[in-house]
């Protein structure tokens, strides 16, 4: 016999939580499914774990570059103890009974698809008018020789370490690599970053590369970039047993952990798509239209769609396709998400890299500003400012473009370059703003301000 719903939401990462809140709150009668914790990799694996551990090197070393103040102690064993609470001690007993409480069937398993509208799970089925699949990304196979021979380790095994070990290496530098390289780095491991692409953070702007290989290389992290790892294999070393990275430079790296940070994989292996008549896309994504959806009354949010990977495009994803559900049609607009890196100072983008621009025919003007040669604020903040901020806007429609900063707290005020993208405000519009003094959000105005001289010329 098979129970029936208004909806079922199939995995309860960021998106499918934000959607299932939302379709209750809307009245609806809701089942989620949720194989591991309701929660998904954000609460306890991703974003809470990483930016928890973090923080705390990042205090120290902001008291460092503080007059007066000189460097407090890091206890790991306190810091991890706080890093265990922020994860719940991977128990989602709260959550579970949050969501009953608001009157959803909570069903802990894997589900399957079994037609349209037809979930099974656990000897259950389950039908509904809507079907939700948020079933987020796995770790990418880096597919090389020798790996089913050697340990590696996950984000999900660097986030939830107790121990720092003495060497880390991570194959990829993307954000992954280098959050958890930067956070070991400054816990006192030796850390080698293994990047296939050409510089780190390779999608964004080559100049935005240069900041970030100096940031990193003052953390004393080994990064070799524009090489593979081709074989990897298990040695006898000085402290036990340890492993060997070998390059395709020639080169290679001997380590006592090896993490793979090589990218994420759109999570549908499980949901038998066919049932439904769906295919992944290339990347193994469900393709989703925009309204987010994927096929009759099923719809997709989050990693699996591939759009963005971020627990904020997943949140607005959720919240699109419920609102989509209680018949108030939504449309999903990714214009101007931002992209931070959590490193000390924050590494943030919005909008488009002056390649991405012109590939689209935009004729573009730029302006790039030292902080501490051009605002206040840098200098009150700490002893040794940095930081770098570049506007792009297009020199036709005086709108903004893109914009990147690598500098304290960029992660938060990138977010009114963001909102200026995204309502398409002008530089004129941008240098007219009041920011308060003394701010890093002053650097907007003032690099508006440069881009109008610009334009008068
Ligand atoms: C180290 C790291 C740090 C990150 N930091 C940030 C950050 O600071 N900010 C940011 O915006 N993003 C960050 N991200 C990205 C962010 O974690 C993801 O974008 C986000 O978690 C995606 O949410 P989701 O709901 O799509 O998927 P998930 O959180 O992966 O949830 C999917 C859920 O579906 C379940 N599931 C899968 N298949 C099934 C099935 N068949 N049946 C039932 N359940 C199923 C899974 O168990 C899982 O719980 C980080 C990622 C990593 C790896
Ligand atoms: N602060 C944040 O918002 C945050 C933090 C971490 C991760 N994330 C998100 O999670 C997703 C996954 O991040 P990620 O850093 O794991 O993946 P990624 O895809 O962003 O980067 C992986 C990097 O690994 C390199 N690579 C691939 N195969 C390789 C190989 N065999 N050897 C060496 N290098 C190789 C690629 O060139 C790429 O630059 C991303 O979309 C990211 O935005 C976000």
Redesign the pocket.
């Known amino acids: 016999m098979s129970e029936h719903f208004d909806a079922i939401v199939i995995g309860m990462g960021t998106g499918g939580e934000a959607a299932a809140y939302r379709l209750l709150a809307g009245g609806l009668r809701i089942a989620v499914v949720e194989e591991e914790l309701i929660g998904g990799e954000c609460a306890y694996w ?2 809470i774990p ?1 930016k928890t551990l973090l923080r705390s090197t990042e205090a120290r070393a902001e008291a460092e570059r503080t007059a007066g103040l000189t460097r407090p102690g890091l206890e790991w064993t306190t810091l991890r103890d706080y890093r265990d609470f922020m994860v719940r001690h991977l128990d989602d007993t709260g959550q579970v009974d949050g969501l009953r409480e608001l009157g959803a069937t909570v069903i802990k398993g894997t589900a399957r698809l079994a037609g349209p509208g037809r979930v099974e799970v656990g000897g259950r089925t389950l039908t509904a008018g809507d079907v939700v699949i948020a079933t987020g990304a796995a770790p ?1 196979d ?3 020789a020798g790996l089913a021979d050697v340990p590696m380790w996950t ?1 999900r095994q660097t986030t939830t370490l107790t121990r720092i070990p003495e060497r880390v290496t991570f ?7 280098i ?1 958890l390289g930067h956070f070991l780095a400054r816990m006192g491991s030796q850390v080698t970053i ?4 050409p510089r780190l ?3 964004e702007d080559p100049a935005l590369g240069d900041v970030i290989a100096e940031l990193v290389a003052a953390d004393g992290i080994d990064v070799r970039t524009g090489v ?2 081709h074989t990897v294999r298990r040695v006898s070393g000085r402290s036990g047993e340890e492993v060997v990275v070998e390059l395709d430079d020639g080169t290679t790296v001997d380590t006592d952990v090896l993490v793979n ?4 994989t759109p999570r549908t292996a499980s949901l038998n798509l066919a049932a439904v008549g769906v295919r992944p896309g290339a990347r193994g994504h469900l393709e989703v239209d925009e309204h987010c959806r994927a096929g009759d009354r099923l719809w997709a949010v989050g990693d699996v769609t591939g759009v ?4 904020h495009v997943a949140t607005y994803q959720g919240r699109v396709v419920a609102d989509n559900i209680l018949g108030r049609p939504r449309v999903a607009d990714y214009t101007a998400v931002p ?4 490193t000390q100072p924050e590494i943030a983008a919005v909008g488009l890299t002056p390649a991405q621009a012109r590939g689209r025919g935009i004729d573009i003007v730029s302006a790039t500003l030292q902080l501490a040669d051009e605002i206040a604020r840098p200098y009150t903040y700490e002893t040794e400012p940095q930081g770098t901020f570049t506007l792009i806007a297009d020199r036709r429609q005086r709108t903004l473009v893109g914009a990147w900063a690598v500098a304290p707290l960029a992660g938060e005020w990138i977010n009114t370059a963001a909102l200026a993208l995204r309502h398409h405000l002008t530089v004129d519009d941008l240098a007219d703003a009041v920011a308060p003094f003394p701010s890093y959000t002053e650097a907007l105005t003032l690099a508006a301000d440069k881009l109008v001289d610009q334009l008068r010329r």
């Open positions: 991703a974003c990483s990418r880096p597919a090389i984000h194959l990829g530098g993307g954000a992954t690599g959050e293994v990047q296939r692409g953070l390779d999608r593979r790892a940070a090589t990218g994420r963005a990977l971020f627990t992209r931070v890196v959590y």
